[in-house]
């Protein structure tokens, strides 16, 4: 797998656009983006789990259910959820004039919306920002359609891949957002992928669903899980190669691919969390199964006594074990061993014989690794949390002001 530029618009066939439309009041950053395909093109998608569902998300999910789809228009600065009727009403005007401008059917454009909830979608500026986003669609306009979909991300996050299959190559480009709300299942986030592979929406769908479940679903900036998550893929067969089969060398390959683009943009979000100065990445080993394992893991990630040691550099190894002793997995606490990067603090189940001054100097690294052994079992899990500062709350305290 090599790296390339381009973003969403590296696969053949698709291109992106991001424009300004002045969605929230006073401001100038770009607010559009649009995705397209060229093509005719398979999709599949995942979403939150939120009851509090909003419109956009909710017309995804159909547009998802029949395999399908062209193109993706996204605006940032408002969300569009708990807007009611209304709400469903603009989502599914926004797909028509997407549908229209690009000669498309209206089930085949899927849109998204995020930022502040409650707020009705002023459609005068979403309709001049589809109109603008289909006039300079282009191959080079990934980086103008990474940063509209931009809430309070510090940066854009996009990813290009190459991919050898065994017939030819095949590219994966992908870009999203996300920087607060950040917790599973489904973070407050918004992803792109797209590829010129040949693949069916029922084996898009489950392969998918598995690279969510090891990327997206074992991340947390935070507690809280937004109303708009969606991570929508995109295959539209550009590169020419036959379809990808399950079973075979190629969909081997393409599926790590796709669990690898997921991983990285995962980990991006987590890098770029609102106040964020660490990325810390938990594994988790010896239980029974490897969901045991994963709910170990997410509860240090989650531990908000945890999150600000991370942010302290403070090698507090009790709050560690603590939270994964009330993760509602049974162990041996006698089993227990940790491990801040390659300083081991606890051994069976009590303090390792350590200089607890070079765990704190592994601290100081904006990423390091935290590694906790409960038992002898085959299970095991990653999860990727971000640290707990001051400007977490600062940024949080005045959002909508």
Not at 52 to 70: L, S
Not at 118 to 134: A, E, K, N, Q, Y
Not at 331 to 337: H, I, L, M, N, T
Request: with cysteine; proline share 5%; charged share 20%.
């Amino acid at each position: 797998m090599k790296t390339v530029e381009g973003g969403v618009a590296a696969p053949k066939g698709f291109r992106a656009s991001g424009v300004a439309a002045g969605i929230k009041p006073k401001s100038t950053k770009n607010d559009c983006a649009l995705v397209v395909s060229d093509t005719a093109s398979a999709v599949a998608g995942m979403f939150t789990t939120n009851v509090m569902k909003a419109p956009p998300v909710v017309w995804n999910e159909e547009v998802c259910a029949k395999g399908a789809a062209r193109a993706v228009f996204i605006n940032s600065g408002n969300a569009n959820a708990a807007t009611g009727e209304r709400g469903f009403r603009d989502a599914r005007a926004t797909a028509e004039a997407v549908a229209n401008k690009l000669r498309i059917p209206i089930g085949e454009a899927c849109v998204c919306s995020t930022g502040v909830i409650g707020v009705p979608l002023p459609m005068d500026r979403i309709l001049d920002g589809v109109t603008r986003c289909v006039e300079s669609l282009s191959a080079k306009g990934h980086g103008d359609a990474a940063r509209a979909i931009m809430t309070t991300d510090t940066v854009p996050k996009e990813r290009a891949y190459e991919v050898a299959l065994s017939s030819g190559v095949i590219r994966i480009g992908a870009m999203a957002k996300g920087s607060g709300m950040i917790c599973p299942n489904m973070a407050t986030m918004i992803a792109v992928i797209t590829t010129d592979a040949a693949v069916d929406a029922p084996v898009l769908s489950n392969v998918l669903r598995e690279a969510v479940a090891g990327s997206f679903n074992c991340i947390s900036v935070d507690n809280d899980m937004s109303t708009s998550d969606t991570v929508l893929c995109f295959a539209n067969g550009a590169a020419g190669l036959p379809a990808i089969a399950p079973g075979t060398p190629d969909f081997n390959t393409f599926k790590t691919a796709l669990d690898s683009v997921c991983r990285e943009l995962a980990k991006l979000l987590v890098k770029d969390g609102e106040g964020a100065t660490k990325l810390v990445e938990i594994t988790v080993s010896g239980t029974q199964t490897d969901a045991e394992a994963k709910t170990v893991a997410r509860a240090i990630g989650l531990s908000q006594l945890c999150k600000t040691a991370f942010f302290g550099q403070d090698p507090n190894w009790g709050r560690i074990v603590c939270a994964a002793g009330y993760a509602g997995v049974p162990f041996e606490p006698g089993r227990v061993a940790l491990w801040l990067e390659d300083v081991q603090l606890v051994s069976q189940g009590m303090p390792a014989a350590c200089a607890e001054a070079d765990a704190a100097a592994a601290m100081k690294r904006p990423e390091f690794r935290i590694r906790l052994e409960v038992g002898n079992g085959p299970g095991s899990a990653v999860f990727w949390a971000s640290d707990l500062s001051y400007d977490y709350v600062k940024i949080n305290a005045d959002y909508r002001t």
